[in-house]
T-cell receptor, first 114, second 117 residues
Framework: GENVEQHPSTLSVQEGDSAVIKCTYSDSASNYFPWYKQELGKRPQLIIDIRSNVGEKKDQRIAVTLNKTAKHFSLHITETQPEDSAVYFCAATIPGGGADGLTFGKGTHLIIQP | NAGVMQNPRHLVRRRGQEARLRCSPMKGHSHVYWYRQLPEEGLKFMVYLQKENIIDESGMPKERFSAEFPKEGPSILRIQQVVRGDSAAYFC???????????????FGSGTQLSVL
């Protein structure tokens, strides 16, 4: 089955700086890569996703890049703000990989220092 | 649209008791997925249901856990004879079509935090 590794487990950056979270996946057939943000005690919320036919996608301060050859994808947050503090999860989907096909990373706790 | 609704938000049970977690999908969504999140861990798939059918329960423990999604009413995740290791956050998600078929976005509920004493 698919295996998703996520790094780092904790990331602390100064407000205004950029943050990068990286994930690798094992199955080259994976074709969909969503990112979820989970604030303490709240639900995971989809913040951005990318499909395997695209190398990069951007939405305001958030961008995701995908390198299919290396089987890794990254979340980039620029001009970080206090409200960006949360746990971020990456996920990968294998076609035919079960009912939901989503395999999640273990999460990155992003801390924005004022 | 109220979104995916889960209740209760917090549930405390003693070892050996039963836990029943409820999930009402978003309006118009007939596909429900249950996930478990242990502390410091990601979300682990448990079961996928459509109305009156269990489609995939490959992530469910073989004993004590069951799920249903009746024709009327919410989806229920039932844990019998709970043990301390069942303590976790249980999230429900829904989609309008099978998620896998078209890479539909998943919408999560706020979760139920189960604590077993």
């Amino acid at each position: 089955g698919e295996n998703v590794e996520q790094h780092p487990s904790t990331l602390s950056v100064q407000e205004g700086d950029s943050a990068v979270i990286k994930c690798t996946y094992s199955d080259s057939a994976s074709n969909y890569f969503p990112w979820y943000k989970q604030e303490l005690g709240k639900r995971p919320q989809l913040i951005i996703d990318i499909r395997s036919n695209v190398g990069e996608k951007k939405d305001q301060r958030i961008a995701v890049t995908l390198n299919k050859t290396a089987k890794h994808f990254s979340l980039h947050i620029t001009e970080t703000q206090p409200e960006d503090s949360a746990v971020y999860f990456c996920a990968a989907t294998i076609p035919g990989g079960g009912a939901d096909g989503l395999t999640f990373g273990k999460g990155t706790h992003l801390i924005i220092q004022p | 649209n109220a979104g995916v609704m889960q209740n209760p938000r917090h549930l405390v049970r003693r070892r050996g008791q039963e836990a029943r977690l409820r999930c009402s999908p978003m309006k118009g969504h007939s596909h429900v997925y249950w996930y478990r999140q242990l502390p410091e861990e990601g979300l682990k798939f448990m079961v996928y249901l459509q109305k009156e059918n269990i489609i995939d329960e490959s992530g469910m423990p073989k004993e004590r856990f069951s799920a249903e999604f009746p024709k009327e009413g919410p989806s229920i995740l039932r844990i019998q004879q709970v043990v301390r290791g069942d303590s976790a956050a249980y999230f429900c998600a829904s989609s309008p079509r099978p998620r896998q078929a078209t890479n539909e976005k998943l919408f999560f509920g706020s979760g139920t935090q189960l604590s077993v004493l």
